[in-house]
């Protein structure tokens, strides 16, 4: 079989992958725009750094954990722990945990 033809079978295959982690990553860290409004009105513009933040620096040494997989009281403890692991400023911490209590509906 030809190269080509071997890459073309395996380009279904790739999309597959491609689009599962799409959606995957989107279960875990929701986008900011399928967010329910807050009773805040909340501040999208940090949100959306917030979110940003949360699938790059904070998957550093991990995937981004499902935001859900944890309750807001174990993420009171969670956050400060992880942002110090982070290295992150104090408008970088405040979005993330803006991010993560938004996706807990807080
Ligand atoms: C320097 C590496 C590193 C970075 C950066 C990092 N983490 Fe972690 N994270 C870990 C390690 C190691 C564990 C597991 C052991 C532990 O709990 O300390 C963990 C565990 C977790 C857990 C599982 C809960 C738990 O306490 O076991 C969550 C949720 C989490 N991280 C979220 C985050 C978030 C959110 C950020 C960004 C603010 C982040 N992590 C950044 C290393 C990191």
Redesign the pocket.
């Known amino acids: 079989m030809s190269r080509m033809r071997l890459a073309f079978k395996a380009l279904p295959l790739v999309a597959a992958v491609v689009l599962a982690g799409c959606v995957s990553l989107e279960i875990a860290a929701p986008r900011v725009e399928t967010l329910p409004l807050l009773p805040s009105g909340g501040n999208r513009v940090q949100l959306e750094q917030g979110r940003t ?2 699938i790059t ?2 998957a ?3 995937s981004p ?1 499902p935001v859900h ?2 309750t807001s009281s174990q993420w009171d403890v ?2 400060p ?3 110090g ?2 290295n ?1 400023d104090t408008a970088e911490s405040a979005a ?1 945990s803006a991010y ?1 209590y938004a996706v807990l509906g807080q």
Do not use: A, G
Request: net charge neutral.
């Open positions: 933040i949360y620096k904070c550093k040494c991990h954990e997989r944890y969670i956050l722990d992880m942002i692991e982070t992150l993330v993560v």
